[in-house]
């Protein structure tokens, strides 16, 4: 009966984009991330250049990784963008995505931090603690808070701050 409830679930979360355990290993997170934040300082700084090509190269890397169809469909859906304001929408299910991947894994190099603009009601991983909101760009560049740190030594990111900007709950 328990065996019948934990499929049911997981069949429940795949179904809806989410992962139970992690679809992504080290190395190719590692690699999917440096072209996520590659797309997350583009948007920050309103700009496309390299969004789609980044984005293209996501998907490539979670194909080829068992279980993380959720992120290669949503990195194949920003990789079809052309305009900003599609890339930001598109950029919002990917985040929630590769969130999810980052959060089960521990040996991911970097100093990664969730963030979160309640104006967008939108999370995004980004480096270091300054928000850099790939949301709103220039206009609201920190607006936002860090939720929390993400992979890495769970010490060496106990030190991360909740700091919020102009929007922070």
Do not use: H
């Amino acid at each position: 009966m328990k065996t019948l409830k934990s499929m049911k679930r997981l069949i429940l979360l795949s179904a809806i984009g989410l992962a139970v355990t992690s679809p992504l290993k080290a190395a190719p997170l590692q690699a999917a991330l440096d072209k996520y934040i590659q797309i997350q300082t583009a948007l920050a700084g309103d700009s496309v250049k390299g969004v789609p090509e980044a984005a293209a190269e996501i998907a490539s890397i979670a194909k080829a990784s068992d279980g993380a169809v959720p992120v290669a469909a949503q990195a194949g859906a920003l990789a079809k963008t052309t305009d900003i304001k599609a890339a930001r929408e598109a950029f919002k299910p990917l985040s929630a995505a590769l969130i999810t991947a980052f959060s089960n894994q521990k040996s991911v190099s970097g100093q990664y931090y969730e963030a979160f603009c309640p104006m967008a009601k939108a999370s995004w991983i980004q480096v270091g603690k300054k928000i850099a909101n790939p949301y709103f760009g220039a206009d609201m560049s920190g607006c936002g808070e860090i939720r929390k740190p993400l992979g890495g030594s769970s010490q060496a990111n106990a030190a991360a701050s909740g700091g919020m900007g102009c929007c922070g709950s």
